[in-house]
């Protein structure tokens, strides 16, 4: 059942629990996602990259996220992504999106603020009074498209691009923002080191607004560490590459084999699900106990 972002991200987090968002390049992996999230009974995220969202097929790619999340036994939410193009934005939610991740991190404060709140002008006076809108304060290091490694600074030293807390929640105030994406050592893409989350940060901004946050770049946290996120207010954990490099690895190790049984690509679709389907299958495990 299709339902609003921030509905399934403050259900969870009322019950000590976060959602995980998948980003979806294709109808193959979400269709994995959300069976992993029906036979969990868990609520689930479907993301989708903006450069998917600005082709003709990656709208209708939103169309049909759509249509699946309206048919799901569980509640899904189709959401676009780091989006900063009012075109795009406009057409991925008329196409079927029902949040946005009005993305102006990597612009000066000001004009981050007045992203948002153009965002927000322009989505209502299309009629799209409804749509949620994430945020982004700090910066993130990383592609999220393409997994090159980001180098992790060691414990205790600084890192570059901190959510400073005491921005907060003025930023919440003038944009609105129904969720707040944060940086705090994580990075999109893999981690060339071991990550350094600065926990202490994370509870800081926590304790400056009432919004939901956002952890993106989760892929390669280890879990131990992505349980404390429901604690300090996470309600949302954004996973990419780990999906990705899964299926991937699937594909690369076993397509000869399906060819060689007479060009199977059906068998290797079954696989591709699977592997999509295991990995959103254990980070819902992880993130509702």
């Known amino acids: 059942m299709r339902t609003k972002l921030d509905h399934l991200v403050n259900s969870a987090l009322a019950t000590g629990s976060a959602v995980p968002a998948f980003t979806c390049y294709d109808f193959t992996t979400a269709l994995a996602v959300v069976s992993a999230a029906e036979e969990a009974r868990l609520g689930v995220i479907l993301l989708v990259a903006p450069k998917t969202a600005s082709t003709a ?3 209708r790619l939103i169309t049909a996220l759509r249509g699946l999340a309206d048919s799901a ?3 899904v939410s189709v959401q676009l992504d780091h989006a900063s193009d009012l075109n795009v934005i406009l057409e991925a939610v008329a196409a079927g999106a029902d949040a946005v991740l009005a ?5 000066p404060l000001k004009d981050n603020i007045h992203l948002v709140r153009e965002v927000r002008a322009a989505l209502d006076a299309a009629g799209h009074a409804g749509v949620v809108i994430e945020a982004e304060l700090g910066g993130l290091a990383g592609d999220e498209d393409r997994a090159f490694g980001s180098s992790t ?8 691009g901190l959510t400073d807390p005491e921005q907060v ?3 919440v105030e ?4 129904q969720l707040l994406a944060v940086a705090v050592g994580n990075v999109h893409g893999k981690y060339t080191g071991e990550p350094n989350i600065r926990w202490d940060v994370l509870q800081d901004v926590a304790a400056r607004t009432e919004v939901p946050l956002v952890l993106h770049g989760a892929s390669g946290i280890p879990a131990s560490e992505l349980a404390k996120a429901s604690g300090m207010q996470v309600g949302k954990v954004n996973f990419n590459t780990e999906l990705r490099t899964g299926i991937l690895a699937a594909l690369e190790s076993e397509t000869a084999a399906y060819r060689a ?3 199977n690509l059906q068998g290797l679709l079954a696989r591709w699900n699977g592997s999509a389907a295991s990995f959103a299958g254990a980070t819902l495990e992880l993130l509702s106990a």
């Open 261 to 263: 049984d007479g060009e």
């Open 153 to 160: 600074p060691d414990a205790g030293a600084s890192v570059p």
């Open 174 to 177: 003038q944009t609105g923002a």
């Open 57 to 59: 097929n990656g709208l």
């Open 73 to 75: 036994s569980v509640p």
């Open 103 to 107: 993305d102006g991190s990597s612009k």
């Open 169 to 171: 929640a003025g930023f």
